[in-house]
């Protein structure tokens, strides 16, 4: 079961990083949004 939960946690990293590039970046875009 916890490989499944690490594989499900996997995908939304891919999506999040799909989303925001990693990174400092990724914290600052949650805060002050610069790009719609």
Do not use: H, N, V, W
Not at 5 to 22: D, F, V
């Amino acid at each position: 079961m916890a490989r499944k939960e690490q594989r499900r946690g996997t995908e939304i990293r891919k999506i999040a990083g799909s989303l925001s590039p990693p990174g400092p970046d990724y914290r600052l875009t949650e805060q002050s949004p610069d790009e719609p």
